[in-house]
């Protein structure tokens, strides 16, 4: 990495951090949980633990839900995904919480000069208030959810377009992550990756053997500095 100049900050190699949201940013679980458990109780439903539900995360809530239900019930997933928007909608923030350190990180990149991101599956009409409940925005540049576009992840649509509202190259941007859908995002588009241990699907990425994998937000720091990257 080129020395700075004296009194300047270095400007790391990565300069743009794209996360996830739920299972990455934000702990989204328990209000996941209770959305869908809500659904399947007005159907007169048997709840459903918070392991398995958790498990069906990461594609939307279409997809939650119809897991949820299972494939016998399909005539149910129309009205189940409405109950279930309509109720998420009213509980976003009951129990999410940024994951600990996840704020400092966000403050510390900022420092550095590296942008920061948002590339999630969840509808961004759902993702924007959360992030800006819990005051989040502010550190970010720019969102892109499920929604957003005609495709998702693990298509790098999302990923690209990010990178273009930044003006930051993928070769010079970190895709942050807790499933291997992330991971496959980050290839198809030419982003580096990087894993976190704390997610709701980390199972897969350490099936995956993706590295590399981070204990605390904290850590990314340093392989954001340590990692090569194009020139500017």
């Given at each position: 990495?080129?020395?700075?100049?004296?009194?300047?900050?270095?400007?790391?190699?990565?300069?743009?951090?794209?996360?996830?949201?739920?299972?990455?940013?934000?702990?989204?679980?328990?209000?996941?949980?209770?959305?869908?458990?809500?659904?399947?109780?007005?159907?007169?439903?048997?709840?459903?633990?918070?392991?398995?539900?958790?498990?069906?995360?990461?594609?939307?809530?279409?997809?939650?839900?119809?897991?949820?239900?299972?494939?016998?019930?399909?005539?149910?997933?129309?009205?189940?995904?409405?109950?279930?928007?309509?109720?998420?909608?009213?509980h976003?923030?009951?129990?999410?919480?940024?994951?600990?350190?996840?704020?400092?990180l966000?403050?510390?990149?900022?420092?550095?000069?590296?942008?920061?991101?948002?590339?999630?599956?969840?509808?961004?009409?759902?993702?924007?208030?959360?992030?800006?409940?819990?005051?989040?925005?502010?550190?970010?540049?720019?969102?892109?959810?499920?929604?957003?576009?005609?495709?998702?992840?693990?298509?790098?649509?999302?990923?690209?377009?990010?990178?273009?509202?930044?003006?930051?190259?993928?070769?010079?941007?970190?895709?942050?992550?807790?499933?291997?859908?992330?991971l496959?995002?980050?290839?198809?588009?030419?982003?580096?990756?990087?894993?976190?241990?704390?997610?709701?699907?980390?199972?897969?990425?350490?099936?995956?053997?993706?590295?590399?994998?981070?204990?605390?937000?904290?850590?990314?720091?340093?392989?954001?500095?340590?990692?090569?990257?194009?020139?500017?």
């Amino acid at each position: 990495m080129t020395s700075a100049r004296a009194g300047r900050t270095p400007v790391p190699a990565i300069r743009h951090v794209v996360f996830d949201l739920d299972g990455t940013l934000v702990d989204t679980a328990a209000d996941l949980v209770a959305a869908t458990n809500h659904v399947l109780g007005g159907f007169a439903l048997p709840e459903v633990d918070a392991t398995t539900l958790l498990g069906y995360v990461g594609d939307g809530a279409r997809t939650l839900v119809g897991k949820a239900l299972g494939p016998a019930r399909g005539e149910l997933l129309d009205e189940g995904v409405n109950r279930f928007l309509d109720y998420y909608r009213a509980h976003l923030l009951d129990a999410s919480r940024p994951y600990p350190g996840m704020e400092s990180l966000l403050r510390d990149l900022h420092a550095l000069g590296v942008r920061a991101s948002v590339l999630t599956n969840k509808a961004e009409a759902l993702s924007r208030p959360i992030l800006d409940g819990l005051g989040l925005m502010r550190w970010l540049d720019s969102l892109v959810g499920g929604d957003s576009l005609p495709t998702r992840k693990p298509d790098p649509a999302g990923l690209l377009a990010l990178c273009e509202r930044t003006g930051i190259r993928p070769s010079q941007t970190i895709v942050v992550g807790d499933s291997t859908i992330d991971l496959r995002t980050a290839q198809a588009g030419g982003a580096a990756f990087c894993g976190v241990a704390w997610g709701l699907a980390v199972d897969g990425l350490r099936a995956a053997a993706a590295e590399p994998m981070i204990a605390h937000p904290a850590d990314l720091l340093a392989i954001v500095q340590r990692m090569p990257g194009s020139a500017a």
